[in-house]
């Protein structure tokens, strides 16, 4: 495994190494993404392995721009047209039918496949000069937090991956929104930093967006981002509303426990037995820093990380989504 910093040379090595089937994590202004020629079933297999991820767990295929969108998908609708032309490059994947072509082995066995223009000079002239699609999950190991800095990416992949093209801290910090057309009507499958709001403005209908508690009910999982434990430390984690903070954190305390917090605007004294990570109040910058910031405290390998909890807010919804998926529901 070789970190280099993203410049033409680097970003050729790349390319050919794409080109031989091995893998290549490089920034995406979500989070890193660890990448493979889509066309070639063997490199993205290596995905699966490096990941340690089941099979049956589809990938997003990125792409150049919204011209390759017929390359991939047929019965392509008005609605995913629009989408592209408001949002990307971006953070939001685009579930459509997919091609015949387009190896099962990059949509988990379906039918349809994720599209994705991303938001990053290095992912845009990566793509570009591969000249095909890039089948790309983050680059973390399977429900481990996703990584936003070429380091995370090596801390969790190690020599799997062949090649880490550095390009500094990913700006938006969550992974993509992930809009369904392949249906009849659009489905929200996954929170994002485009919020659903603004999904149905650009389409001027109704999303449909799953019920959380028919999701955790439901074993027919189509997205592992939808799964309920996903993104998590290996710390236990518990996610508590802000007027209750103070008095876990004592509970804590007089258990002997010794907690990392994770607070946003309550102010929580450093001790001995407590350390305090300080997060910024607006949800653009919280997102920014989240993954670092749970990776930090996981290092930190105390006995609880507590998270305070934010807003139920639109533009935190992305952030809510991954907290939960990251903290248990209660002790
Ligand atoms: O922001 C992102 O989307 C990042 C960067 C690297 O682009 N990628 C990412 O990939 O988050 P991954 O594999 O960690 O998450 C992709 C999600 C998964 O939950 C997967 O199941 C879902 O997209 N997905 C992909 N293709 C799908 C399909 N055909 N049907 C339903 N879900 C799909
Ligand atoms: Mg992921």
């Not at 993954?291 to 930090?296: D, G, I, N, P, V």
Request: glycine share 6%; net charge negative.
């Amino acid at each position: 495994m070789t970190i280099c910093i993203a410049d033409d040379a680097s970003i050729n090595q790349a390319v050919k190494l794409l080109h031989q089937g091995r893998l290549v994590a490089f920034p995406t202004e979500t989070v890193y993404g660890l990448g493979a020629d889509a066309s070639n079933p063997e490199a993205v297999a290596r995905i699966f392995a490096a990941k340690g991820r089941p099979e049956n767990h589809p990938l997003i295929v990125h792409i150049a721009d919204s011209t390759c969108l017929s390359n991939w998908a047929e019965n392509i609708p008005n609605a995913a047209q629009r989408l592209a032309e408001h949002f990307w490059p971006g953070p939001l994947a685009i579930i459509l039918n997919k091609k015949d072509h387009v190896p099962i082995a990059v949509t988990g066995g379906q039918n349809t496949v994720g599209l994705r223009v991303p938001n990053h000079p290095v992912a845009l002239q990566l793509l570009r000069a591969f000249g095909g699609g890039i089948a790309a999950p983050s680059a973390n190991r399977f429900c481990r937090i996703s990584p936003t800095q070429a380091q995370h990416v090596a801390e969790e992949l190690g020599d799997a991956v062949d090649l880490i093209l550095d390009g500094g801290a990913c700006e938006v910090g969550v992974e993509s929104t992930i809009i369904d057309l392949s249906g009849t009507t659009p489905r929200l499958l996954r929170h994002g930093h485009i919020t659903a709001e603004q999904i149905q403005q650009a389409l001027q209908t109704e999303l449909l967006i799953p019920d959380k508690a028919k999701q955790i009910q439901s074993d027919e999982i189509r997205a592992p981002g939808m799964m309920t434990v996903h993104y998590a430390p290996l710390t236990t984690a518990l996610l508590c509303p802000s007027d209750c903070l103070p008095s876990l954190i004592k509970q804590l305390v007089s258990e002997n426990k010794r907690i990392a917090v994770m607070s946003y605007q309550t102010v929580i004294t450093a001790t001995g037995q407590i350390s305090v990570m300080k997060m910024p109040e607006m949800a653009e910058t919280y997102a920014q820093c989240l993954y670092a910031s749970l990776r930090e405290l996981d290092h930190q390998q105390r006995d609880v990380i507590v998270v305070e909890q934010p807003p139920a807010t639109a533009e935190w919804s992305a952030i809510n989504d991954r907290l939960e998926k990251a903290t248990v529901p209660d002790r």
